[in-house]
Structure formats: C-alpha cells, structure tokens
C-alpha cells in the first residue's frame, strides 16, 4: 500500500531565499508524482507533473526531481517570494486512478 | 474552455442530514473522482466514475455514495452526516484511461 510522507510539515523562511520542500512514497512503482499548490480554503493548482520516465521538470523558479530508486522526489523553489505562501502537496499515482496525497508542507515566505 | 467546476462552494448542514454535492468536468473529460480533504490533511480518495459506474473506491463508508450521468457530470451523496464528515470535498477529472486528473475548486462542508 502506498503510502507519501512530506518533510517538513511547515517551514518559514525570509523572502529571497532559495528552499527544499521533500516528498516521499514507499511503493516505487509510481506512474506519476505530482506537486500541487494550496492556498487556504482552496482547491489544488498542479505545479509540475513527473512521469516515471522522466527525473525532473521545471517551471519558472519551480524545479521538480523524481528519484524513483530512493523513493524520493523534491521541489526545489528558487529566490522564494512571500507570494509563495501556501501548502505544497505532492501526490502519486500508481496505475490504479487515484491519486495518493501526502499531508502537505506549509510554506510561510517572510516580507 | 472551462475546467472542473463544483457547486455548492459552500455548504452547511447538521448532524444527521444528508447532502448533495455536484461536478462538472473538463470537456472532453469521461471520469470523475472524488476527494475529501479534511483540515491540515491531504485529499482522501473517496471513489471514481468512469462510463456512469463506480470504477474504484477508497476506505470511506457506504454513505457515502455517487452517480455519473450521462454527460459526465457526477454527484457525490452523504447520507447521516456526521460532524467528521465536515471537509473540503476535491472534485477531480480525468479523460479515460489517463492518470492526469485536474481539480475543481471544492465544495466546503461544515456539520454542525
């Protein structure tokens, strides 16, 4: 059964500065991992999507990486702005349709 | 073109009553699933739709219950509500066959 961890559950940091966010998931065999953006009492707006195939996309200042061996993937943001102020989930899938969320990092950039 | 769209955006119901949430997919979308997203958690998998029949579900109980229509659009029903059923519930749809789904805004239920 799959399961996704993501590390840090929050995380604060100055405007300016470049940041890690990291997910795990148990099951290698993904189909594909996704990174979505969650402002409060929002939906979910997709960041970047990986497929298995694939180690890494990047969008703007955002930078994905899919470790599909370690059970890994991480988003990379660059020159981070208090914009970015949100919940950042990452989700699987795994061939069976549903996606596997994990609890979300909340990311607070300081003005 | 339109995306997801859900309605009601929000919702308030008591404990016991039963509720209706609604869906609209992308065009060009024949799958929905359905997501509820209680506070500070990730999305739950409640179950998905595909040709107006139940295709797959998640570890939610049988209260929980939905419907597909004809053009794709889909319900999501809870009977007996209870105030943990309180949560965003996360429309998402899918073409057929691909696992890419895009997202609705949600539908806000609080029980009371």
């Known amino acids: 059964k799959q399961e996704v961890t993501q590390i840090p559950a929050a995380l604060s940091v100055p405007e300016g500065e470049n940041l890690v966010l990291n997910c795990s998931f148990t099951?290698?065999?993904?189909?594909?991992l996704q990174w979505f953006r969650q402002d409060p009492g929002k939906g979910l707006t997709s960041l970047l999507l990986?497929?298995?195939?694939?180690r890494e996309q990047t969008s703007g200042r955002l930078n994905a990486s899919l470790d599909k061996s370690s059970g890994r993937s991480t988003l990379y943001i660059a020159a981070s702005q208090p914009g970015d102020s949100a919940t950042y989930l990452c989700a699987s899938t795994s061939g069976t349709y549903k996606y596997i969320f994990g609890t979300g990092t909340r990311l607070k950039v300081l003005a | 073109d339109a995306g997801v769209t859900q309605s009601p955006t929000h919702l308030i119901k008591t404990r016991g009553q039963q509720v209706t949430l609604r869906c609209s997919p992308k065009s060009g979308h024949d799958t929905v699933s359905w997501y509820q997203q209680a506070l500070g958690q990730g999305p739950q998998f409640i179950f998905q739709y595909y040709e107006e029949e139940e295709r797959q579900r998640g570890n939610f109980p049988d209260r929980f219950s939905g419907h597909q229509f004809p053009n794709y659009s889909s319900e999501l029903n809870v009977n007996a509500l209870l105030l943990g059923d309180s949560a965003l519930y996360l429309c998402a749809s899918s073409p057929g066959g691909v696992e890419t789904q895009y997202f609705g805004p949600g539908t806000r239920l609080l029980v009371l």
């Open positions: 990986i497929q298995s195939s694939q």
């Open positions: 099951d290698s065999a993904i189909y594909n």
